[in-house]
Structure formats: structure tokens, C-alpha cells
């Protein structure tokens, strides 16, 4: 079951790493994790903030790399309905708004991001602000992350 919902969350809000929205006709090189998302111009419809640990940087030339974030739950997390059902920890791609630096982070890191949820949208969502957490900083993940491989000998139970 809750698979099922990490699953549902996922697709709702197109977390399978393909949406590589903003980018379009650019005539730059630049990763686009680098040179940042436009925000649409509207007002986004929900906003969160969230603690992790930076786990991928994107490359120049790979754009199969990204900014991923293995974040803490969120538990508040709204879903395009409106219905509140939240959202468990788990290994997150976090695309930059425009302004956003990502590049004075290390893989490793401890950060706190902002970022907002516009539903309809390509991206659906962008980090709007991130900063760094001290080096010592705890986190909440009770459980593996749901992107996670399982170890060997381990199944459905």
C-alpha cells in the first residue's frame, strides 16, 4: 500500500527523472539543473520546506544527471485534488529556479530547500531557495528511501 502511494505521488508530480521541462530553445550548453527553471508566472499553488542530504549534482554534458536530495518526509504535502496526504522520505530530484545556485553544494551535504508546486506545469515543481545546514545536522529518514535498491534475499513481506 505504501508503495502504491509513493508511486502515485510520483507520477503526480512527474518525479520519474524524464521531465526536463524549461529548457526549450536555449542556446546554452549549461545543464539545465545548473542554469535554472523558469518560474511560471502565476502564484504556485502549494509551497513546502524541507531538510536532507544532497545525494547527485548534475554534470555539463550528462543530462541524465541532476540535483537529487534524499530528503526527510513531508508530511504535509498536498496533492494536485487538494487532498493532503503527504509525502515519505525518499531520494528527490530538485530542479533549480532561475537565480537558485546549486554550485556551491557538495554531494554529501546537509541542506534546507524551498519549493513551491504548480500543478500543470513543466517542471511541476522548483526549488526556489536551498541552503546549507551544519556539517552535524540529524535527520528523520526512519526508513529507506523509496527509490532506494532492496539488499539481496529481501522481498514483498
Not at 494536485?80 to 553544494?105: D, E, N, T, W
Request: one cysteine or more; a neutral charge; hydrophobic letters at 35%.
Amino acid at each position: 500500500m505504501r508503495l502504491l502511494i509513493l508511486l502515485t505521488l510520483a507520477a503526480s508530480l512527474g518525479l520519474g527523472g524524464c521531465e526536463r521541462g524549461g529548457g526549450g530553445g536555449s542556446a546554452t550548453k549549461e545543464h539545465p539543473d545548473l542554469a535554472g527553471y523558469p518560474t511560471p508566472a502565476r502564484a504556485p499553488d502549494q509551497s513546502y520546506t524541507v531538510k536532507g542530504r544532497v545525494s547527485a549534482l548534475p554534470e555539463t554534458g550528462k543530462p541524465a544527471t541532476e540535483f537529487r536530495v534524499e530528503h526527510e518526509a513531508i508530511p504535509n504535502f498536498v496533492n494536485r485534488k487538494g487532498q493532503a496526504l503527504g509525502m515519505s522520505h525518499m531520494i528527490m530530484h530538485f530542479p533549480p529556479a532561475k537565480g537558485v545556485s546549486i554550485s556551491q553544494f557538495t554531494v554529501g551535504q546537509p541542506v534546507e530547500i524551498d519549493f513551491s508546486v504548480w500543478w500543470g506545469e513543466s517542471p511541476s515543481y522548483l526549488m526556489t531557495a536551498i541552503r546549507p545546514l551544519p556539517a552535524d545536522t540529524k535527520f528523520n529518514f526512519e526508513s529507506p528511501p523509496a527509490d532506494a535498491p532492496k539488499p539481496a534475499g529481501t522481498g514483498p513481506g
